[in-house]
């Protein structure tokens, strides 16, 4: 089992920046692929960025060269660095843990509760 929690939402201008981050307990963490998605109203939940349990990383076009992830296995922690923010990436942002590296969104097991991001123009 692992537990995931979220942190570091809220309102931004756009071309802004945040740190999100998803804490984890469990002694298995190092393990897990760690994903980040997104779900907008009224839209279904997409994936952003991921990162597997050995640093390979994943990213959707539309985030290319804008966001960044990154994990410290000692804290059971992942990092999404979101910098020149525009308005269309506000949504109510998830970390996942799953064990299937690239295999969609229905491979993430463990889910947060979520975090707010607000990026207004």
């Known amino acids: 089992q692992v537990q995931l929690v979220e942190s570091g939402g809220g309102l931004v201008q756009a071309g802004g920046s945040l740190r999100l981050s998803c804490a984890a307990s469990?002694?298995?963490?190092?393990?897990?692929?760690i994903g980040w998605f997104r779900q907008a109203p009224g839209k279904e939940r997409e994936f952003v960025i991921a990162?597997?349990?050995?640093?390979?990383?994943d990213y959707a076009d539309s985030v290319k060269g804008r966001f960044t992830i990154s994990r410290d296995n000692a804290k059971n922690t992942v990092y999404l660095q979101m910098n020149s923010l525009k308005p269309e990436d506000t949504a109510v942002y998830y970390c996942?843990?799953?064990?299937?590296?690239?295999?969609?969104?229905?491979?993430?097991?463990?889910w947060g509760q979520g975090t707010q991001v607000t990026v207004s123009s």
């Open positions: 996942a843990a799953g064990s299937q590296w690239r295999g969609g969104i229905s491979s993430y097991d463990y």
């Open positions: 469990g002694r298995t963490f190092s393990r897990y692929n």
């Open positions: 990162i597997s349990w050995s640093g390979n990383t």
